[in-house]
């Protein structure tokens, strides 16, 4: 089974600073077929269902802040908050998904807090 | 506006079954793969079972294969999820989720149904 690990799993960050948090999975989600890394970032708000923030690894879902990106490719991938606001506090999921046999697995969460 | 409204959740206890149910509005049905994602109390999010737009591929978590059964009605817009044998460790929000398919994500999910397995 295909195993995201997300780093680290909490992070205290000042308003206005930079927040990074990254993910780790055990095999590549690049798709040779269509050069896509099949690897999306969620928001999950206490009370609410997640949202989805990115998606291909780096494609922001429409009405997603630009504040909002993600990076990487194959195994390791990041997601960024430029400039961490109060709305922002959320534990953030990465998801990956896998073709044969059908899977979808989600990294453990960091829980995004203001320092 | 997406609508998914999940219900059918409860208190069951061990070996018992459920059976959730999602209504879906605001969007074509039958166009769409539907899924299940369940959270455990203060937990992370787990992948359960996923079903083709016309129910030819389906899958499931290693932790449900067996137990849990995905299924669709569209002509009712509705997603099913029937519990068999629940286990304590099936306790959890359950959350219907619709899939868009060219990227595999979840782009829209319902607010979830509470499943609870105790004696």
């Known amino acids: 089974d295909i195993v995201m690990t997300q780093s680290p799993d909490s992070l205290a960050v000042s308003l206005g600073e930079r927040a990074t948090i990254n993910c780790k999975s055990s095999?590549?989600?690049?798709?040779?077929?269509?050069?896509?890394?099949?690897l999306a970032w969620y928001q999950q708000k206490p009370g609410q269902p997640p949202k989805l923030l990115i998606y291909w690894a780096s494609t922001r879902e429409s009405g997603v802040p630009d504040r909002f990106s993600g990076s990487g490719s194959g195994t390791d991938f990041t997601l960024t908050i430029s400039s961490l606001q109060a709305e922002d506090v959320a534990v953030y999921y990465c998801q990956q998904y896998y073709s044969t046999p059908l899977m979808y697995t989600f990294g453990q969460g960091t829980k995004l807090e203001i320092k | 506006e997406v609508q998914l409204v999940e219900s059918g959740g409860g208190l069951v206890q061990p070996g018992r079954s459920l059976r959730l149910s999602c209504a879906a509005s605001?969007?074509?049905?039958?166009?769409?793969?539907m899924h299940w994602v369940r959270q455990a109390p203060g937990k992370g999010l787990e992948w359960v079972s996923g079903i083709s737009w016309n129910s030819g591929s389906i899958g499931y978590a290693d932790s449900v294969k067996g137990r849990f059964t995905i299924s669709r009605d569209n002509a009712k817009n509705s997603l099913y999820l029937q519990m068999n044998s629940l286990r304590a460790e099936d306790t959890a929000l359950y959350y219907c989720?619709?899939?868009?398919?060219?990227?595999?994500?979840?782009?829209?999910w319902g607010q979830g149904t509470l499943v609870t397995v105790s004696s």
């Open positions: 605001g969007f074509t049905f039958d166009d769409y793969a």
């Open positions: 989720a619709k899939l868009e398919v060219g990227a595999h994500t979840f782009d829209y």
């Open positions: 095999q590549s989600v690049l798709y040779s077929s269509n050069n896509k890394n099949y």
